[in-house]
């Protein structure tokens, strides 16, 4: 049973959406896209929304709407699996996959949100319609709606305050698979003001939720909800008025988890607040410091021993590092640079953590790269040779999956 829930009675003529994280529910909890749609839909009086996820199905013929929010690669197999059973009226999708290339989509889905739902989606509703035609047509002139062979890929993002999604569902027995546990999601900004030409964020400037909006949703939220942590969404948690953020969660005594740092951005006022809710952190330097340089990630190597010591100052108890291979121009020397980088590093900080991830070159972005699997495997061989720390190495064949969906056709 799950709680907090909105209670819908249904009538004659209301009309009903499903929308479905294609993956298992205790991951799907997680994520904001069905939350800010479950809310959102739900608050018109004519329509009534699901939350429906890969291990908690329903029959779709039923619903008018279904959507799909496309958050990795790799459930496209699932959202084929769904499909291949029910075969709904209407279907769409959103999602970051689907901003990136909605094409792997389509001849599978009628439509796609491109951009913020929160604008879209009840722009999309007002014009719903039986007739398949008129309501293409009707959608097609809508700004973030693709709809193939009517109209252009087109991007619309928003304003965050216009809409925040309070009602967070979460089962009322939790188990170690839900990797937050219970809490409230906190979504503070969207987009990224840094440039790495390897992501797909570069382009979306990033929006910033005011200061009064979050301690107003704060307030309401944790309430509703009855959560007392707090999970902080954002990129590059960049965020202006972050220090006041954590200061208000510290006085209301709720604990909380920041997402990566950016070390560059970083400094020891914000981390001694952190430390009083978190024990550990996550950065990423990605690679050696040259290449990295080179792919537009401006930190320089000095930044990251600099935060180390202060990380250790302050007792953090571990630190996880975020690292790539096969990249382009990557090279031995670079390798040889990240050994290096770790050995320094673990001068500073001895419980590290290394976790290393094949690069998957993603359309749209500045960094276009074939995958090499024979480079990347010899490439990783190099690290498993000569690095003595803790590493999480993610599976090269997965990778390869992920680059050919991404890159489809
Ligand atoms: S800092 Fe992170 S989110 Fe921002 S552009 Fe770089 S990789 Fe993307």
Same mark, same amino acid.
């Given at each position: ?11 004659? %003529? ?13 991951? %799907? ?6 939350? !800010? ?16 996820? +890969? ?15 496309? @958050? ?8 084929? @699996?769904?499909?291949?059973?029910? /075969? ?14 909605? #094409?792997?989509?389509? %001849? ?14 009840? /722009? ?7 007739? /398949? ?8 002139? &809508? ?5 193939? #062979? ?11 305050? !216009? ?53 107003? !949703?704060?307030?309401?939220? +944790? ?17 202006? #008025? ?7 969660? &510290? ?20 981390? =001694?607040?952190?430390?009083?809710? @978190? ?14 340089? =080179? ?10 021993? #600099? ?12 630190? =996880? ?82 680059? =050919? ?5």
């Amino acid at each position: 049973m799950e709680f907090p829930l909105i209670e819908k009675k249904w009538f004659k %003529g209301q009309k009903s959406l499903a929308i479905v994280y294609p993956n298992l529910y205790y991951g %799907g909890v997680y994520c904001l896209a069905p939350l !800010i749609i479950y809310n959102l839909v739900n608050l018109k009086t004519n329509w009534a929304c699901d939350r429906l996820f +890969l291990d908690r199905l329903k029959d779709m013929k039923n619903y008018d709407l279904v959507g799909f929010t496309w @958050q990795y690669e790799l459930d496209l197999r699932y959202i084929k @699996q769904i499909l291949n059973k029910n /075969k709904p009226r209407y279907t769409f999708a959103g999602g970051p996959c689907v901003i990136q290339n909605p #094409k792997a989509l389509e %001849g599978l889905i009628d439509f796609f949100v491109t951009g913020d739902s929160e604008v879209i989606l009840p /722009k999309i509703l007002e014009v719903y319609s039986y007739d /398949k035609n008129s309501f293409f047509n009707a959608i097609s002139k &809508i700004s973030g709606v693709y709809v193939p #062979k009517k109209n252009k890929i087109n991007s619309y993002y928003c304003d965050l305050d !216009i809409f925040y999604p309070l009602y967070q569902p979460m089962p009322e027995k939790i188990d170690k698979n839900y990797v937050f546990g219970r809490c409230f999601i906190l979504e503070i900004e969207r987009g990224c003001p840094f440039s790495c030409k390897f992501c797909a964020l570069k382009e979306q400037k990033p929006r910033y939720r005011s200061f009064e909006e979050i301690i107003e !949703i704060l307030n309401n939220g +944790l309430l509703l909800n009855q959560r007392n942590k707090v999970v902080i969404y954002s990129a590059s948690f960049t965020h202006p #008025k972050r220090k006041q953020i954590l200061e208000y969660l &510290i006085e209301k005594n709720i604990r909380f988890s920041v997402p990566s740092i950016k070390v560059e951005v970083m400094d020891l006022e914000i981390l =001694k607040l952190i430390r009083k809710s @978190q024990t550990s952190l996550t950065i990423a330097p990605e690679c050696g410091e040259h290449l990295r340089i =080179k792919l537009g990630k401006l930190a320089r190597d000095e930044e990251f021993f #600099k935060f180390a010591k202060m990380a250790k100052e302050l007792d953090f108890k571990g630190i =996880k590092l975020y690292f790539m291979v096969g990249l382009p121009e990557q090279n031995e020397d670079d390798l040889r640079e990240m050994v290096g980088f770790l050995e320094r590093f673990q001068e500073y900080f001895n419980n590290i953590y290394a976790s290393i991830h094949p690069y998957v070159s993603k359309p749209n972005t500045f960094l276009l790269k074939e995958f090499d699997k024979k480079e990347i495997k010899k490439q990783i061989n190099y690290l498993r040779r000569n690095l003595n720390i803790k590493m999480k190495i993610s599976s090269v064949s997965t990778a390869e999956k992920i680059y =050919k969906i991404a890159n489809f056709p």
